[in-house]
Structure formats: C-alpha cells, structure tokens
C-alpha cells in the first residue's frame, strides 16, 4: 500500500482541486434543499417517514465520509475491503 505522506498529500490535492469543490457544493445543496423539504412537510403538519429521514442521514455521513475522511481512514477502509 502507498505510504500514508504521499497519499495525504494526493488526498489534499483532490479535496483542493476545482473539480472536487464543485461536487462538494452541489452535493451540500441536494442536502440543504432535501433537509429544508422534510422540515417544511414536518412543520406543516405532514408525516416524515423514518424511510426518509434515516436515508437523509445515511446521504449526509456519507457525503462527510467521502469530502472529510483522512488520509488514514481511507488506507483502512481500502485495507478492509482487501481482506474480504
């Protein structure tokens, strides 16, 4: 496995990288926008189902997994994968 130095170093360039940060954006506004959607139904007076508020969580862990995860993280979730 790549040593941990070059690959933090490739993991800043990607997260810095134009590319990235547009992603990272129109990912954060899918969220707000779909957050904003089961707040309006709930303060309305409308159900929520679980269904849609665990897979809002689940979208929101894993847009922070993918943007936020360190250089280590990566290494042992990719480690992890190798050994099944």
């Not at 790549?2 to 134009?18: G, V, Y």
């Not at 665990?54 to 250089?71: K, T």
């Amino acid at each position: 496995m790549r040593d941990l130095i070059s690959f933090s170093r490739d993991l800043a360039e990607w997260r810095e990288s134009p590319v990235t940060m547009e992603l990272r954006a129109a990912m954060a506004k899918v969220l707000a926008r779909r957050k904003r959607a089961l707040v309006s139904s709930f303060l309305s007076g409308r159900e929520v189902s679980e269904a849609d508020r665990r897979a809002l969580r689940l979208v929101e862990e894993w847009v922070a997994d993918f943007f936020e995860s360190s250089a280590e993280d990566v290494q042992e979730a990719m480690k992890d994968d190798a050994d099944e």
